[in-house]
């Protein structure tokens, strides 16, 4: 089946509804990206959890494939569009807050795993990785378009002022490659910064207390970024700053050096450290 490609612009105006800026709505109408987006998800793997589907200009492509797909859309509008138009199609439109939903919920509707798929809005791009994070046994592959400057932070290498907390979790916890640019005038309305499509591939067996023994290690570090290490606050430590330098010698890591000179590995023997003494 396949269904008409208005532009975004006329189908809103004839749903007789608007972009929502408090969601960051913007509209992918470039069906060749599309189709190059949702190639590189279906290279991953079925099925599929789309984040935001928006006019569903890849979720068409899913339900022309047959491929099962739940598209979480918390525009009641869109929703209730969507709806329509994936009825009888292997699609499950799910009216929600994706960062509302369950555990349990996404575990039952994806029993034997999937693949993420999503354009994500800049001011929820950051909570939406870290539940990806936290939901890396369910969902361990993932196909996202961010704003550039977002993608530029997750695949930063350690020294620069772009490596930060999300780079440090992505190195550590996962092999994430930008695959191509996207140009704003790829979306109506036209953002004011370009976009990049990333690809994540979580790696297995890496133990929920050593995660968050890492979560806990690199925001303390990056608490302060202007400090040096040996200033960082550690409440969570019963020695407190001695306690913590002694983590960072365990790493061989300079108390003097900065946050963003620390390399993930490095990250990730603290993590371990800590995990060992039961945080």
Not at 73 to 85: H, I, Q, T
Not at 122 to 128: D, F, G, H, K, L
Not at 190 to 197: E, F, G, R, T
């Amino acid at each position: 089946m396949k269904w008409d490609t208005k532009h975004p612009r006329q189908l809103l105006s004839e749903l007789g509804l608007a972009p929502r800026k408090a969601l960051g709505q913007t509209f992918l109408h470039d069906r060749n990206l599309a189709r190059k987006i949702v190639s590189l998800a279906v290279a991953m793997g079925p099925p599929f959890l789309e984040i935001g589907p928006g006019l569903g200009a890849l979720t068409d492509l899913f339900a022309e494939a047959g491929e099962k797909t739940a598209a979480v859309e918390v525009d009641r509008g869109l929703a209730a569009f969507l709806r329509g138009r994936y009825e009888g199609t292997a699609v499950e439109v799910v009216e929600a807050d994706f960062l509302a939903l369950t555990d349990s919920d996404l575990a039952q509707r994806f029993p034997g795993g999937g693949t993420v798929v999503g354009n994500l809005p800049y001011s929820i791009s950051s909570p939406i990785l870290i539940r990806l994070i936290a939901l890396r046994e369910t969902f361990p592959r993932a196909v996202l378009m961010l704003q550039k400057e977002v993608v530029d932070r997750l695949c930063a290498p350690p020294g620069g002022k772009e490596y930060g907390i999300l780079s440090v979790y992505l190195s550590a916890l996962a092999g994430a490659k930008e695959e191509f640019k996207v140009r704003r005038t790829c979306f109506s309305p036209s953002p004011d910064v370009d976009s990049a499509v990333v690809s994540v591939r979580f790696r297995p067996g890496i133990p929920g207390e050593i995660v968050r023994s890492l979560q806990t290690v690199v925001r303390a570090a990056f608490a302060q970024r202007r400090k040096t290490l040996r200033n960082a606050p550690v409440p969570f430590l019963a020695g407190g700053a001695p306690e913590w330098c002694d983590l960072l010698a365990v790493a061989g890591v300079d108390p003097s050096d900065r946050a963003e000179t620390v390399a993930p590995d490095t990250y990730m023997e603290m993590a371990r450290a800590l995990a060992r003494r039961g945080m």
